[in-house]
């Protein structure tokens, strides 16, 4: 079975086009020719029963029975009859009946007779009175005829499958060459910015069409690259001349003492500016894993064992938020991946469900096995991510509906995209009705070595 997609090629279709054309035309001159033969073969055979019955007329009363077996003898396809003027039968062949013909002279088709093939007849009455029928066997004529009409059947059924053959052949190769512009296409969109769609130097209007492409791609690269690299910069520049403010601001603080308004003042300063340093240096992680061309920590990864380390790491903090931290025991997971990258993931998402899940809440961290693979998710019953913000919440400083209290530059969640991103794995959110659900997809398995 063809495939789909090779029916909506402009290739196949105008093949298709073009050989329907050709096709038409041919039908058109086989026709023709079909018509200008039968049309001459007829007339020579009405020529042929017209002066046959003139010569007969000729001939005289008193000959014409004796002219009657001479033509038959000398033409066996004839057949003659004579009738009186009221429509005796004088000579001739039993078979012929005046009252089939109409007595006009025009030559006609005969009326079918049981034993007898195709023929055409003349009737006329001759100049002493008499009826004078004259038929010739068209057998032959008809024969053609279907011989010609086969001919334009099967030619007509050939040019058909040969346009539908090479219609296939011609979009095949088109096809293959999308199907790598696509795979191209889909590489890039998943995040390498690097490739290209393939070029195969024919000039054509793919090769066209994949250089204006590929020309784009470089002005969009070169512009992310230049975006990139000013926010990198700016995040080392600013990092350092911060870092000493914040070593001053903190020398400043500790020259007044503890009940000094100014020192509160202060050492809230030092407390905004840890909070700058940590997003430049969330954004510089970020940067650094978008920039991160091959994985060199790549190994095995218990999920299992991860949950369990970063459920004991955060229960004391959820303990003195007042909020109930589980981690169900399972199966040991194993899977391939950055056992740091994918620890720091896991971190944010608990840390950024035990900011926005109230006192009495609950919020649960696990990694299951699921017929696509193994999966981490954290759990909460908090607020929740409205659905019009799930595919936002994952951009830089985007924070959305939280409280005014969440402390936050809304870069958490980048990061966790940036790690699956990395690794190939999917992140979605799901509404938990209330509270939310974040999985990580992380794919096949791998088996437990066993001691």
């Known amino acids: 079975m063809l495939n789909k997609s090779l029916w909506r090629t402009a290739t196949f279709r105008l093949t298709l086009l073009f050989g329907a054309v050709f096709a038409t035309g041919i039908a058109l001159l086989l026709s023709l020719v079909y018509a200008q033969t039968a049309g001459y073969l007829t007339q020579r055979a009405d020529r042929a029963l017209v002066a046959e019955a003139k010569s007969l007329e000729r001939s005289g009363p008193s000959f014409i029975v004796r002219r009657f077996q001479q033509e038959v003898a000398r033409d066996p396809l004839n057949s003659l009859g004579l009738f009186s003027a009221n429509g005796e039968r004088v000579a001739g062949d039993t078979g012929l009946r005046p009252s089939d013909i109409p007595l006009d002279g025009r030559p006609r088709d005969a009326p079918h007779r049981p034993g007898a093939g195709p023929s055409r007849a003349l009737a006329e009455r001759t100049p002493w009175g008499e009826i004078l029928i004259v038929e010739r066997d068209t057998r032959q004529l008809v024969a053609l005829r279907r011989i010609i009409e086969g001919a334009l059947l099967w030619s007509g059924g050939a040019i058909a499958l040969l346009g539908l053959i090479s219609a296939v052949a011609l979009s095949l190769h088109p096809l293959a060459r999308i199907a790598a ?70 020398h400043a603080s500790a020259s007044f003492e503890a009940d000094d308004p100014r020192r509160r003042l202060l050492e809230n300063c030092v407390a905004e500016a840890d909070g700058v340093l940590k997003s430049f240096q969330a954004l510089l992680r970020i940067a650094a894993l978008e920039a991160r061309g091959r994985r060199t920590a790549i190994g095995r990864v218990s999920l299992s064992g991860m949950v369990e380390q970063i459920a004991e790491l955060y229960a004391p903090l959820a303990a003195d938020m007042g909020i ?11 899977i391939q991946g950055d056992g740091e990258l994918l620890f720091e993931a896991v971190s944010n998402l608990v840390d950024n469900a035990l900011k926005f899940t109230g006192a009495g809440g609950h919020v649960a961290v696990s990694a299951f096995s ?4 193994a999966v981490l998710e954290v759990r909460d019953n908090g607020p929740g991510i409205p659905e019009a913000e799930r595919s ?14 969440a402390e936050g530059y809304g870069l958490g969640l980048s990061l966790v995209a940036a790690v699956a991103d990395l690794h190939g794995f999917d992140l979605s959110f799901e509404d938990a009705r209330p509270g939310t659900i974040v999985r990580i997809a992380c794919g096949p398995e791998r088996p437990t070595s066993r001691q």
């Open 181 to 250: 512009m696509r795979k191209a296409s889909d590489a890039i969109s998943a995040g390498d910015f690097a490739m290209r769609l393939p070029i195969t130097g024919s000039g054509d209007e793919l090769d066209e069409l994949a250089q204006i492409t590929n020309r784009m791609m470089d002005e969009a690269e070169r512009l992310m690259g230049e975006a990139r690299t000013v926010g990198q910069g700016v995040a080392h520049e600013l990092r350092s001349p911060l870092t000493r403010l914040r070593a001053m601001l903190d």
């Open 324 to 334: 109930e931290l589980t981690a169900p025991a399972g199966a040991d997971l194993v």
């Open 370 to 373: 699921t017929p696509g693979g």
């Open 392 to 405: 936002l919440v994952t951009r830089r400083f985007y924070r959305g509906q939280r409280p005014p209290s």
